[in-house]
């Protein structure tokens, strides 16, 4: 590609030629603000929060629009340029809820943080002082127009990369607005509930529904409280505390958990674990008995809900009928450990902590009633956390509680897109082959790609892999399955980008930069373990010889197990 | 009026003679240019289209014409439309496109069934393969943006995108495309055939405070004096063109030429001119445009969706007696805020009444 010289704030640069504006200065160590642009997303201009000059140009350029040329020079902060982005900045104030001390995007809001850093003290506007009813119907999602701001990266996200289309615009000029189609609310949408429009709202206009409050309550009641962290937790909740991306905090955080009044803090590890024995098996047995195939994961209750709604008549068979790993673990906890520790399951509370806001509507399902009482996202861990006056930062760490705490590395990557077919290969490969084989890392699919692919032989028979993010790229494959076409013989599927460590839960923003961080995170704490196999973990083989018997026993399907229904939306 | 002049395809005859690149070249030595508003000459725009690289190529005709006292184009479809086809036919033809639209102004319904008809017949004598299909808006004022209408001819909400890529390089669904005004495309095969044909002559709707509203076929360069004249202009004190040019103090000798609408910070853009006579506040104009805007802002872009709300609210103030000089200094700043930071053409112009009309009649808002 070809390199460019041009002046930005009459410093000489290098840039791309034909790069934006905003992406030439980023990389320079100018972060010019933004709304509606995100590296990820279909460029639309629409915010005119990141306008700049540029010389010999009339008018101000918006820099994520605009292309870079030999020669250019730029001003991202001259008079004119300030004066003009505070001005759009008070327009939007004036059409938004200032409430920012009761906004559940408090001290989080990208439109708190430019006015700040704009000096904004006051709006010369009159307010328009917007009233529109907030949509909760959402088990997962809270939805205040109020707040608003227009940028369309909900809507990008929904429809573009997830091709959900639950959410879309309607009106014009000033009553615009977001939402489902023909008046529905966000519960009769075709919503997957995957989050990924709440981490890429700048307001408080999409937020998680926050169940903080029940769980206090619970916190502070004579039951027997447990609680269980997913695999992707321990790689981003330090965000929160200012701890830099990619650093693991499983110590602190399990410490954490503890203090606040937990019972015992178990891993969703185990159930990761658990759930690849189960998943491999089955996967052996299609293999061995020509099987549906390819077979699908699923461990991920956004993409369930897309296959449920968009492909169940074709699919519902391809689909493992394993259950995800937090699901294992939930019905681990009511039936094998409150027997073992001689309680009644009604009497102990437990709290997921998920990086994910599809997770509050799966353990609604009718399949996992009465197992799962509060889930709470990454980001409502974290208000948790502050709320009970933890100083996470200078905590020491500690260890997850037994029997349910131990785990392998192949637990551990299951938070990041290609961990759970990494993981479900390591296990497949050995059952398959009768071996306890070296060969573990499958780097082909690691990485950001959307669609990974990749080939291996296991006992002389090749398998077609191939892992997705996305449901947009899911959508492709599906296609594929439904025409009969595909050739793969086992599929991977997260409805997330990045996987689980950019789940809707997770602390924003989920970029490019930071999501490789947070992988790199897990793929470390793989690493590090001396146990990398599912099925090689003790606390797992102890657990079939003592209660579940042999994978894919009876009970085993009982409690590993689900089924799916097919949904409808408007 | 010269632009009804039947044709008759003999200029279809004449380009397939001279083949695509010679006639592109012939309406660039004779100078027609765009007659949407940008002035943009017709035959650069076509090469472009033709070079760039696309196994389909698409030509759409612009006939959504919403400009507030802009009629022209409603005049050509209504009395001459076989220009137009044959015009999107030659147009089609240099740029290499089998599928041309004519994407037609909501509130020009009444005119679909007759056009299918003349779209029939023309390509039909023609001998043309061309498949022309006629889209109707719905009555959205940004739809007269090109981006606009390969959004809406796209099934998309009619919205902006933001430029370059420009339509010839990559528009209607990521083609390279052509767009023209209708008056442009009617001009097509009159300035190919016609030796004495300038790209002076133009239409202009005429309207406001006159005696006889209408299209007219003038020069450009005719003089204000002269206009208001023909058309019975009483006491003019301003002439607007069209909402979205702005405005300027009226005087006989004032040339309407762009350049010379230009020195005055207005836009000459579709030569629509509304004369507003000495009776009317120009406080109760830039109001009812103001309302306009705020209206058919699309929403998309903040100056735009939001400012154009304060515009009229700081109008209405100013109106009820109670503006101060503080909102005067912020209506100018929001008015220059718009404009030089909004998203499209429409948007960046929406505000040039308000800051002419200050200029010229800051007694008016008193």
Same mark, same amino acid.
Request: proline fraction near 4%.
């Given at each position: 590609?070809?390199?460019?010289k041009l002046k930005i704030n009459r410093k000489e640069v290098?840039a791309?030629?034909?790069?934006f504006i905003i992406?030439a200065a980023k990389?320079n160590g100018i972060d010019i603000p933004?709304?509606?642009?995100?590296?990820?997303?279909?460029?639309?201009?629409?915010?005119r929060i990141c306008v700049v000059e540029v010389k010999g140009m009339d008018k101000l350029q918006a820099s994520c629009?605009t292309?870079v040329r030999?020669g250019m020079e730029i001003s991202t902060h001259s008079p004119r340029v300030l004066e003009a982005r505070r001005?759009?900045?008070?327009?939007?104030?004036?059409?938004?809820?200032?409430?920012?001390?009761?906004?559940?995007?408090?001290?989080?809001?990208?439109?708190?943080?430019?006015?700040?850093?704009l000096?904004?003290?006051?709006?010369?506007?009159?307010?328009?002082?917007?009233?529109?009813?907030?949509?909760?119907?959402?088990?997962?999602?809270?939805?205040?127009?109020?707040?608003?701001?227009?940028?369309?990266?909900?809507?990008?996200?929904?429809?573009?990369?997830? /091709?959900?289309?639950?959410?879309?615009?309607?009106?014009?000029?000033?009553?615009?607005?977001?939402?489902?189609?023909?008046?529905?609310?966000?519960?009769?949408?075709?919503?997957?509930?995957?989050?990924?429009?709440?981490?890429?709202?700048? /307001?408080?206009?999409?937020?998680?529904?926050?169940?903080?409050?029940?769980?206090?309550?619970?916190?502070?009641?004579?039951?027997?409280?447990?609680?269980?962290? =997913?695999?992707?937790?321990?790689?981003?909740?330090?965000?929160?505390?200012?701890?830099?991306?990619?650093?693991?905090?499983?110590?602190?955080?399990?410490?954490?958990?503890?203090?606040?009044?937990?019972?015992?803090?178990?891993? /969703?590890?185990?159930?990761?674990?658990?759930?690849?024995?189960?998943? =491999?098996?089955?996967?052996?047995?299609?293999?061995?008995?020509?099987?549906?195939?390819?077979?699908?994961?699923?461990?991920?209750?956004?993409?369930?809900?897309?296959?449920?709604?968009?492909?169940?008549?074709?699919?519902?068979?391809?689909?493992?009928?394993?259950?995800?790993?937090?699901?294992?673990?939930?019905?681990?906890?009511?039936?094998?450990?409150?027997?073992?520790?001689?309680?009644?399951?009604?009497?102990?509370?437990?709290?997921?902590?998920?990086?994910?806001?599809?997770?509050?509507?799966?353990?609604?399902?009718?399949?996992?009633?009465?197992?799962?009482?509060?889930?709470?996202?990454?980001?409502?861990?974290?208000?948790? @956390?502050?709320?009970?006056?933890?100083?996470?930062?200078?905590?020491?760490?500690?260890?997850?509680?037994?029997?349910?705490?131990?785990?392998?590395?192949?637990?551990?990557?299951?938070?990041?897109?290609?961990?759970?077919?990494?993981?479900? @290969?390591?296990?497949?490969?050995?059952?398959?082959?009768?071996?306890?084989?070296?060969?573990?890392?499958?780097?082909?699919?690691?990485?950001?790609?959307?669609?990974?692919? /990749?080939?291996?032989?296991?006992?002389?028979?090749?398998?077609?892999?191939?892992?997705?993010?996305?449901?947009?790229? =899911?959508?492709?494959?599906?296609?594929?399955?439904?025409?009969?076409?595909?050739?793969?013989?086992?599929?991977?599927?997260?409805?997330?980008?990045?996987?689980?460590?950019?789940?809707?839960?997770?602390?924003?923003?989920?970029?490019?930069?930071?999501?490789?961080?947070?992988?790199?995170?897990?793929?470390?704490?793989?690493?590090?373990?001396?146990?990398?196999?599912?099925?090689?973990?003790?606390?797992?083989?102890?657990?079939?010889?003592?209660? @579940?018997?042999?994978?894919?026993?009876?009970?085993?399907?009982?409690?590993?197990?689900?089924?799916?229904?097919?949904?409808?939306?408007? | 009026?010269?632009?009804?002049?039947?044709?008759?395809?003999?200029?279809?005859?004449?380009?397939?003679?001279?083949?695509?690149?010679?006639?592109?070249?012939?309406?660039?030595?004779?100078?027609?240019?765009?007659?949407?508003?940008?002035?943009?000459?017709?035959?650069?725009?076509?090469?472009?289209?033709?070079?760039?690289?696309?196994?389909?190529? $698409?030509?759409?005709?612009?006939?959504?014409?919403?400009?507030?006292?802009?009629?022209?184009?409603?005049?050509?479809?209504?009395?001459?439309?076989?220009?137009?086809?044959?015009?999107?036919?030659?147009?089609?033809?240099?740029?290499?496109?089998?599928?041309?639209?004519?994407? !037609?102004?909501?509130?020009?319904?009444?005119?679909?069934?007759?056009?299918?008809?003349?779209?029939?017949?023309?390509?039909?004598?023609?001998?043309?393969?061309?498949? +022309?299909?006629?889209?109707?808006?719905?009555?959205?004022?940004?739809?007269?943006?090109?981006?606009?209408?390969?959004?809406?001819?796209?099934?998309?909400?009619?919205?902006?995108?933001?430029?370059?890529?420009?339509?010839?390089?990559?528009?209607?669904?990521?083609?390279?495309?052509?767009?023209?005004?209708?008056?442009?495309?009617?001009?097509?095969?009159?300035?190919?055939?016609?030796?004495?044909?300038?790209?002076?002559?133009?239409?202009?709707?005429?309207?406001?405070?006159?005696?006889?509203?209408?299209?007219?076929?003038?020069?450009?360069?005719?003089?204000?004096?002269?206009?208001?004249?023909?058309?019975?202009?009483?006491?003019?004190?301003?002439?607007?063109?069209?909402?979205?040019?702005?405005?300027?103090?009226?005087?006989?000798?004032?040339?309407?030429?762009?350049?010379?609408?230009?020195?005055?910070?207005?836009?000459?853009?579709?030569?629509?001119? +509304?004369?507003?006579?000495?009776?009317?506040?120009?406080?109760?104009?830039?109001?009812? +445009?103001?309302?306009?805007?705020?209206?058919?802002?699309?929403?998309?872009?903040?100056?735009?969706?939001?400012?154009?709300?304060?515009?009229?609210? !700081?109008?209405?103030?100013?109106?009820?007696?109670?503006?101060?000089?503080?909102? $005067?200094?912020?209506?100018?700043? !929001?008015? +220059?805020t718009?404009?030089d930071t909004?998203?499209?053409?429409?948007?960046?112009?929406?505000?040039?009444?308000?800051?002419?009309?200050?200029?010229? $009649?800051?007694?008016?808002?008193?």
């Amino acid at each position: 590609m070809k390199i460019i010289k041009l002046k930005i704030n009459r410093k000489e640069v290098e840039a791309k030629d034909g790069e934006f504006i905003i992406d030439a200065a980023k990389r320079n160590g100018i972060d010019i603000p933004h709304f509606c642009y995100n590296e990820r997303l279909e460029r639309i201009g629409a915010c005119r929060i990141c306008v700049v000059e540029v010389k010999g140009m009339d008018k101000l350029q918006a820099s994520c629009c605009t292309q870079v040329r030999g020669g250019m020079e730029i001003s991202t902060h001259s008079p004119r340029v300030l004066e003009a982005r505070r001005m759009n900045m008070q327009l939007l104030l004036a059409n938004h809820d200032l409430y920012c001390t009761i906004c559940k995007e408090n001290l989080m809001c990208k439109l708190q943080r430019y006015a700040s850093e704009l000096m904004i003290e006051d709006t010369p506007f009159e307010s328009l002082h917007r009233e529109d009813e907030v949509d909760n119907s959402s088990v997962s999602i809270r939805r205040d127009n109020n707040k608003c701001i227009l940028c369309e990266q909900c809507v990008r996200v929904c429809n573009n990369v997830q /091709t959900v289309y639950a959410i879309g615009m309607v009106n014009r000029g000033v009553k615009t607005r977001i939402t489902p189609n023909f008046g529905h609310n966000m519960k009769e949408s075709s919503c997957i509930n995957c989050g990924q429009c709440v981490v890429a709202c700048p /307001t408080g206009a999409l937020t998680e529904k926050s169940d903080i409050q029940g769980v206090i309550n619970a916190l502070n009641s004579d039951k027997y409280l447990i609680v269980q962290t =997913a695999p992707s937790i321990r790689a981003t909740l330090g965000e929160l505390f200012d701890i830099p991306a990619g650093t693991p905090v499983t110590g602190k955080m399990v410490t954490a958990l503890r203090q606040i009044g937990f019972d015992k803090v178990f891993d /969703t590890n185990i159930g990761a674990d658990i759930c690849i024995v189960e998943e =491999a098996n089955e996967f052996v047995g299609r293999v061995k008995n020509n099987g549906v195939l390819p077979m699908i994961t699923t461990c991920c209750p956004a993409w369930i809900k897309f296959g449920e709604q968009f492909y169940y008549e074709e699919l519902n068979k391809n689909m493992s009928t394993c259950r995800s790993p937090q699901a294992i673990v939930a019905s681990l906890i009511k039936t094998y450990y409150a027997k073992n520790i001689k309680k009644d399951p009604k009497d102990i509370v437990l709290v997921d902590i998920m990086p994910c806001t599809a997770k509050k509507y799966e353990v609604l399902r009718p399949e996992f009633k009465g197992e799962t009482d509060f889930v709470l996202t990454t980001v409502e861990l974290g208000k948790l @956390l502050k709320q009970l006056n933890v100083d996470f930062v200078h905590l020491p760490d500690s260890e997850f509680d037994n029997p349910l705490g131990m785990s392998t590395g192949a637990a551990d990557i299951f938070g990041h897109t290609g961990g759970v077919m990494e993981a479900a @290969l390591r296990t497949a490969a050995d059952m398959l082959s009768g071996e306890d084989l070296k060969a573990i890392d499958y780097t082909k699919i690691r990485g950001m790609d959307e669609i990974k692919e /990749t080939e291996v032989e296991i006992a002389g028979k090749k398998i077609k892999i191939c892992v997705v993010h996305t449901t947009g790229a =899911a959508r492709k494959l599906l296609e594929q399955i439904k025409k009969g076409k595909s050739p793969y013989h086992f599929i991977e599927i997260m409805a997330c980008y990045g996987g689980c460590i950019g789940g809707g839960g997770q602390p924003p923003p989920n970029s490019k930069g930071v999501l490789k961080k947070r992988t790199q995170a897990l793929i470390n704490v793989d690493e590090a373990k001396k146990i990398r196999k599912s099925h090689k973990n003790p606390a797992v083989i102890k657990l079939y010889k003592e209660y @579940l018997g042999k994978p894919g026993s009876e009970r085993a399907h009982k409690l590993l197990h689900t089924k799916y229904s097919k949904k409808t939306y408007v | 009026m010269k632009i009804l002049e039947e044709v008759n395809l003999e200029a279809w005859k004449k380009v397939k003679e001279l083949g695509a690149d010679k006639t592109m070249e012939l309406l660039k030595k004779k100078g027609l240019t765009g007659r949407g508003g940008a002035c943009f000459l017709t035959g650069l725009k076509w090469e472009f289209a033709k070079k760039a690289r696309g196994n389909e190529k $698409f030509v759409i005709c612009n006939a959504d014409e919403g400009e507030p006292g802009t009629f022209k184009d409603k005049l050509i479809l209504d009395n001459n439309p076989e220009n137009v086809i044959e015009g999107i036919i030659i147009a089609a033809y240099c740029v290499g496109a089998k599928k041309a639209y004519i994407y !037609l102004r909501g509130e020009y319904h009444y005119l679909h069934n007759k056009l299918e008809n003349v779209i029939k017949k023309v390509l039909e004598n023609a001998k043309s393969d061309l498949k +022309i299909e006629i889209v109707e808006g719905a009555g959205a004022y940004i739809c007269g943006d090109e981006t606009a209408i390969i959004a809406s001819i796209e099934n998309r909400r009619g919205y902006p995108h933001f430029k370059p890529p420009y339509p010839p390089q990559e528009g209607l669904f990521n083609k390279p495309t052509v767009i023209n005004n209708v008056e442009t495309l009617a001009n097509v095969p009159l300035a190919i055939v016609n030796d004495e044909w300038s790209d002076e002559v133009r239409l202009f709707s005429v309207s406001g405070d006159v005696a006889k509203a209408g299209v007219y076929e003038l020069k450009v360069g005719t003089k204000l004096g002269e206009i208001a004249n023909v058309a019975g202009a009483k006491d003019p004190k301003a002439v607007y063109f069209g909402a979205a040019g702005g405005c300027v103090k009226y005087s006989d000798n004032f040339v309407v030429s762009a350049d010379k609408v230009c020195k005055e910070e207005a836009m000459l853009g579709a030569c629509s001119l +509304i004369f507003v006579s000495k009776k009317r506040s120009m406080l109760d104009m830039a109001m009812n +445009i103001a309302q306009f805007f705020k209206h058919e802002s699309c929403g998309k872009c903040t100056p735009c969706r939001e400012g154009n709300v304060h515009v009229l609210r !700081l109008l209405e103030k100013i109106k009820r007696g109670e503006g101060n000089e503080d909102d $005067f200094g912020l209506l100018e700043k !929001l008015c +220059i805020t718009i404009r030089d930071t909004a998203l499209c053409g429409l948007g960046q112009s929406c505000t040039n009444h308000v800051l002419t009309a200050l200029k010229f $009649f800051k007694g008016d808002f008193k």
